[in-house]
């Protein structure tokens, strides 16, 4: 929680931001109007004042106002709106960059700052131009009009850099420029709406939306998710891990016709029977059974969450039974047909249902009590069988068991996953020991194709902006229970993770976990010495992901494409060796953690990066063109690599960029590994040239694609070598 003096300070910054911006529209009366509002008695001149009226604080991560009853009631209210705009504009985009949408935006503003009407600010006008944010003004008197963008410094967007006036007030990382419109003519008002990314009504099933069960987002993003592993609508057999009633997201994704539902927790499931199953779907009104066993008020977070918690449900069977009858009947079952059973000792329903479009069939669904991390406990079950889909959704703590490897329940669903067949999972867990959710994806045990689901970052976007409340305690928070990953099986069967990339994923997931978040913002030392000592400032304000279009390479259809990194290490002193490995794993965790699914980082040294490199290429079919070969010179030179080379077309082959260590190089010399590698990223995709001090790295261009780094020597303490790393790693995880 910030102090109060420092969070005055930023108030009162954002005040000089709404006045100085306001002034700059050539309207002086106009703008001190705007702000203080006619024959008002109150002043912002005194802080002493102020502080008696008003209080922004931090509440449980959250930024929030208080004030007093007697300003409430009056106008002064509405007419400092556009200060705390600009507060909580610096705030938001300082603290989760400029990937949030408008729309995230102002609902962040709205729920962090409910005590205050914005009624007279037209907050609903904001909205977003390329990386900046854009708030239009109309002064008092209705005769000018205006735009503020806000924007980070580092992004330098063009949509801010051109023939628009100077910034007005810059905050850190944050800037705000005012420009004029003029006068306001009918068609100069500039409003963008967030686009409607509503499917057509064939396409789109309303059911389980008019039943209050799922927002449309969650229903479009399943069937999005059904395009890809049953797009023909094949009776597929599905393991659904950790399932609890969830029927509808199941079904949506996968349109099975045979399920099985493995659930352990909270001992919900340890008691549920036949005999349940049957009260409910066998009695005489089902509807009278839910309405008496099932808390609707409790069980309503699902529609905008896309999943029940399960403190939804207590040890009473009859609570999970009612949410499957529930489930059911939001999808359009007729709770009159359903028919219980058993098999192989396992309650088991039956019943009629069709996917959107399609004709009814008969669906089965087993119940299965136990622990899906368990896979003894229901080994009779899956004897003998193969199952197409393996389904997880919200699996809580589930996914941590990604990092034993073959030891893991993953790998023996996937000795039951028929070739071909699909894992559909949310990999984002919880963790009671932080109070935080955690992406666990990289540490998935097998190395699979991953498979983007149609429309992500439509359908996706509008997911989001459901979630957004649960952004002040973490970015990985707002898609646990929704976000899946989808893998395909190999017909040929698939290749596991190495044991150096489990290592090293499971050791940066570990860390991550225990150490304590660093706010790069602040400057504080002896992180800003350690900053400034080791050329990394510059590096901090180069956002690689927006930077670098490699990363986002594209073909010539407009599709994205695999980006694939080796990287040798050879080449690094001996001693610093040890030093240098956690920022080594923090660059290949970051690679999905970030959200950047295409770029592939290979570790491995010697000509054995060369047969992983080729492995890879092949296997994710990647042009050459978008492989980066980081090593030492001696080694890339072998004939080992020359298969990723084209000398009859260059242009055509890797990129490949040589280390040169020089003869007299000492062993505590400062490597500037981080810096050479954003270097030969940029070079690779004809990137815009790294601003670092060149003076401290030779580059010789060898061709094309392919260029030589020779680091200058710059000797330190091996004590501090280790900082710097380590405080790399931490800059790099928060850039």
């Given at each position: 929680m910030g102090t109060y003096s420092s969070t005055f300070r930023r108030w009162s910054r954002a005040v000089a931001a709404g006045v100085i911006c306001l002034f700059m529209f050539n309207n002086v009366p106009d703008a001190m109007q705007g702000i203080m509002g006619p024959k008002s008695n109150h002043t912002l001149a005194a802080p002493s004042r102020f502080h008696t009226t008003v209080r922004i604080e931090e509440r449980y991560g959250r930024i929030v106002a208080t004030q007093r009853e007697e300003i409430q009631k009056s106008r002064f209210q509405n007419r400092v709106a556009a200060s705390y705009l600009s507060f909580f504009m610096e705030h938001f985009l300082t603290r989760y960059g400029s990937n949030i949408s408008a729309d995230g935006l102002k609902r962040l503003i709205k729920e962090s700052f409910s005590n205050i009407d914005f009624t007279g600010s037209n907050i609903e006008e904001l909205y977003k131009e390329g990386d900046t944010f854009c708030f239009p003004y109309i002064s008092e008197n209705k005769s000018r009009e205006g735009i503020l963008r806000y924007y980070l410094a580092h992004d330098?967007?063009?949509?801010?850099?051109g023939n628009i006036p100077r910034p007005v007030v810059s905050d850190g990382e944050v800037m705000v420029i005012s420009e004029s419109l003029?006068?306001?003519?009918?068609?100069?008002?500039?409003?963008?709406?967030f686009p409607d990314f509503s499917e057509s009504e064939k396409q789109f099933d309303r059911r389980p939306v008019d039943a209050g069960l799922l927002h449309k987002a969650h229903v479009k993003y399943d069937m999005a998710v059904k395009r890809v592993v049953n797009p023909d609508d094949k009776p597929l057999r599905a393991l659904y891990g950790a399932a609890g009633a969830d029927v509808s997201n199941f079904l949506l994704s996968t349109n099975a016709s045979e399920g099985y539902f493995v659930s352990f927790y909270r001992g919900v499931f340890r008691q549920l029977s036949e005999k349940h199953l049957k009260r409910c779907f066998q009695g005489k009104d089902p509807d009278k059974y839910i309405k008496?066993?099932?808390?609707?008020?409790?069980?309503?977070?699902?529609?905008?969450?896309?999943?029940a918690n399960s403190a939804t449900f207590d040890s009473n069977p009859r609570t999970i039974v009612a949410a499957l009858a529930f489930e059911l009947r939001s999808m359009g079952v007729d709770l009159r047909t359903v028919q219980v059973d058993s098999d192989h000792g396992y309650p088991r329903i039956t019943f009629r249902w069709g996917y959107k479009g399609a004709e009814e069939q008969i669906r089965a669904i087993t119940f299965v009590n136990a622990d899906v991390r368990r896979p003894e406990e229901y080994q009779d079950l899956l004897e003998g069988k193969e199952i197409d889909v393996y389904y997880q959704r919200a699996g809580n703590e589930l996914a941590e068991e990604y990092s034993k490897g073959k030891d893991g329940y993953i790998y023996v669903m996937n000795s039951h996953l028929k070739p071909g067949g699909y894992f559909i999972t949310d990999d984002y867990v919880y963790s009671p020991k932080r109070k935080c959710y955690f992406d666990r994806g990289p540490l998935f045990p097998l190395r699979l194709d991953e498979i983007e689901v149609p429309g992500s970052e439509q359908i996706g976007e509008e997911c989001l902006r459901l979630r957004l409340p649960w952004l002040p305690q973490s970015v990985e928070?707002?898609?646990?229970?929704?976000?899946?990953?989808?893998?395909?099986?190999?017909?040929?069967?698939?290749?596991?993770?190495?044991?150096?990339?489990?290592?090293?994923?499971?050791?940066?997931?570990?860390?991550?976990?225990?150490?304590?978040?660093?706010d790069i913002s602040r400057g504080e030392k002896p992180v800003q010495d350690l900053i400034d000592t080791a050329d990394i400032q510059t590096y901090k304000a180069y956002d690689i992901r927006k930077r670098a279009p490699?990363?986002?390479?594209?073909?010539?259809?407009?599709?994205?494409?695999?980006?694939?990194?080796?990287?040798?290490?050879?080449?690094?002193?001996?001693?610093?060796?040890?030093?240098?490995?956690?920022?080594?794993?923090?660059?290949r965790y970051l690679s999905y953690k970030k959200g950047l699914g295409h770029i592939v980082v290979i570790r491995q040294n010697g000509e054995k990066l060369a047969e992983e490199l080729l492995e890879e290429v092949g296997r994710r079919k990647t042009p050459l063109s978008n492989v980066i070969v980081f090593g030492d010179q001696k080694v890339l030179d072998a004939e080992a690599f020359d298969l990723l080379r084209t000398p009859e077309a260059e242009e055509n082959g890797a990129f490949f960029a040589k280390i040169a260590l020089p003869e007299d190089f000492p062993e505590n010399s400062y490597v500037r590994f981080l810096e050479m590698l954003t270097m030969a990223m940029n070079l690779a995709f004809e990137g815009p040239w790294v601003s670092l001090d060149t003076s401290l790295i030779d580059v010789v261009r060898e061709g094309n694609r392919t260029f030589r780094f020779i680091p200058k020597a710059e000797p330190f303490e091996m004590e501090e070598l280790k900082e710097m790393y380590e405080e790399q790693k931490k800059i790099l995880a928060a850039t």
């Amino acid at each position: 929680m910030g102090t109060y003096s420092s969070t005055f300070r930023r108030w009162s910054r954002a005040v000089a931001a709404g006045v100085i911006c306001l002034f700059m529209f050539n309207n002086v009366p106009d703008a001190m109007q705007g702000i203080m509002g006619p024959k008002s008695n109150h002043t912002l001149a005194a802080p002493s004042r102020f502080h008696t009226t008003v209080r922004i604080e931090e509440r449980y991560g959250r930024i929030v106002a208080t004030q007093r009853e007697e300003i409430q009631k009056s106008r002064f209210q509405n007419r400092v709106a556009a200060s705390y705009l600009s507060f909580f504009m610096e705030h938001f985009l300082t603290r989760y960059g400029s990937n949030i949408s408008a729309d995230g935006l102002k609902r962040l503003i709205k729920e962090s700052f409910s005590n205050i009407d914005f009624t007279g600010s037209n907050i609903e006008e904001l909205y977003k131009e390329g990386d900046t944010f854009c708030f239009p003004y109309i002064s008092e008197n209705k005769s000018r009009e205006g735009i503020l963008r806000y924007y980070l410094a580092h992004d330098r967007p063009l949509e801010a850099m051109g023939n628009i006036p100077r910034p007005v007030v810059s905050d850190g990382e944050v800037m705000v420029i005012s420009e004029s419109l003029g006068e306001i003519s009918p068609l100069a008002k500039r409003r963008i709406r967030f686009p409607d990314f509503s499917e057509s009504e064939k396409q789109f099933d309303r059911r389980p939306v008019d039943a209050g069960l799922l927002h449309k987002a969650h229903v479009k993003y399943d069937m999005a998710v059904k395009r890809v592993v049953n797009p023909d609508d094949k009776p597929l057999r599905a393991l659904y891990g950790a399932a609890g009633a969830d029927v509808s997201n199941f079904l949506l994704s996968t349109n099975a016709s045979e399920g099985y539902f493995v659930s352990f927790y909270r001992g919900v499931f340890r008691q549920l029977s036949e005999k349940h199953l049957k009260r409910c779907f066998q009695g005489k009104d089902p509807d009278k059974y839910i309405k008496k066993h099932l808390d609707r008020d409790r069980y309503k977070g699902k529609f905008l969450g896309g999943f029940a918690n399960s403190a939804t449900f207590d040890s009473n069977p009859r609570t999970i039974v009612a949410a499957l009858a529930f489930e059911l009947r939001s999808m359009g079952v007729d709770l009159r047909t359903v028919q219980v059973d058993s098999d192989h000792g396992y309650p088991r329903i039956t019943f009629r249902w069709g996917y959107k479009g399609a004709e009814e069939q008969i669906r089965a669904i087993t119940f299965v009590n136990a622990d899906v991390r368990r896979p003894e406990e229901y080994q009779d079950l899956l004897e003998g069988k193969e199952i197409d889909v393996y389904y997880q959704r919200a699996g809580n703590e589930l996914a941590e068991e990604y990092s034993k490897g073959k030891d893991g329940y993953i790998y023996v669903m996937n000795s039951h996953l028929k070739p071909g067949g699909y894992f559909i999972t949310d990999d984002y867990v919880y963790s009671p020991k932080r109070k935080c959710y955690f992406d666990r994806g990289p540490l998935f045990p097998l190395r699979l194709d991953e498979i983007e689901v149609p429309g992500s970052e439509q359908i996706g976007e509008e997911c989001l902006r459901l979630r957004l409340p649960w952004l002040p305690q973490s970015v990985e928070s707002v898609y646990y229970g929704w976000h899946v990953r989808i893998r395909q099986k190999p017909f040929v069967g698939g290749a596991p993770a190495s044991a150096q990339e489990k290592a090293d994923l499971a050791a940066e997931a570990a860390d991550e976990e225990e150490a304590p978040s660093v706010d790069i913002s602040r400057g504080e030392k002896p992180v800003q010495d350690l900053i400034d000592t080791a050329d990394i400032q510059t590096y901090k304000a180069y956002d690689i992901r927006k930077r670098a279009p490699g990363i986002q390479a594209y073909d010539e259809k407009g599709q994205k494409q695999n980006v694939i990194i080796g990287i040798d290490t050879s080449w690094v002193p001996g001693m610093q060796e040890s030093a240098i490995q956690g920022l080594l794993n923090k660059i290949r965790y970051l690679s999905y953690k970030k959200g950047l699914g295409h770029i592939v980082v290979i570790r491995q040294n010697g000509e054995k990066l060369a047969e992983e490199l080729l492995e890879e290429v092949g296997r994710r079919k990647t042009p050459l063109s978008n492989v980066i070969v980081f090593g030492d010179q001696k080694v890339l030179d072998a004939e080992a690599f020359d298969l990723l080379r084209t000398p009859e077309a260059e242009e055509n082959g890797a990129f490949f960029a040589k280390i040169a260590l020089p003869e007299d190089f000492p062993e505590n010399s400062y490597v500037r590994f981080l810096e050479m590698l954003t270097m030969a990223m940029n070079l690779a995709f004809e990137g815009p040239w790294v601003s670092l001090d060149t003076s401290l790295i030779d580059v010789v261009r060898e061709g094309n694609r392919t260029f030589r780094f020779i680091p200058k020597a710059e000797p330190f303490e091996m004590e501090e070598l280790k900082e710097m790393y380590e405080e790399q790693k931490k800059i790099l995880a928060a850039t």
